[in-house]
């Protein structure tokens, strides 16, 4: 059976921006929001609805930085993304995207925010930290190899 290198290259990249993205993910979202922007986020943000950090379900998070980084990578691959300004250009939109959607729902339906300044930081915040996550992919894909 002959395996076809394009379909493997493929398949290999899907994979790596999933592990690599997902790892990244996690690491930026803590540094951003667990230290840079703590903070704020405690005085912007209700708390009523968080969890302690010692009863955070790690196996959750975890799962949810992979399929992030799983979105992130199939957006990357199918807009063509190939270049470290595709990561960052591309990440950076669907970071944003992202969290307008999400935070915008949050905004109408609950009290989570304790006012629209908190809205744009957490964009601002979503969109780096995607533009970065988008980034480390593309630059780990790694060439095609020709036969």
Not at 2 to 23: S, V
Not at 114 to 128: E, M, Y
Request: aromatic share 14%.
């Amino acid at each position: 059976m002959q395996l076809n290198i394009k379909t493997y290259h493929m398949n290999t990249q899907i994979l790596k921006g999933t592990i690599f993205g997902g790892i990244a993910y996690f690491f930026l979202g803590w540094i951003i929001y667990g230290i840079m922007l703590a903070d704020f986020m405690k005085t912007n943000l209700n708390q009523c609805a968080n969890r302690p950090e010692m009863e955070m379900i790690w196996w959750a998070m975890i799962i949810s930085c992979l399929v992030y980084a799983l979105f992130l990578t199939l957006f990357l691959k199918w807009s063509g993304g190939s270049t470290w300004a595709d990561g960052l250009k591309t990440g950076a939109l669907f970071g944003c995207l992202f969290a307008v959607t999400i935070d915008l729902s949050f905004y109408s339906m609950t009290t989570m925010y304790n006012g629209f300044t908190a809205i744009l930081v957490d964009v601002i915040a979503a969109s780096v930290s995607a533009a970065v996550t988008g980034l480390i992919i593309v630059l780990l894909w790694g060439k095609a190899k020709t036969l």
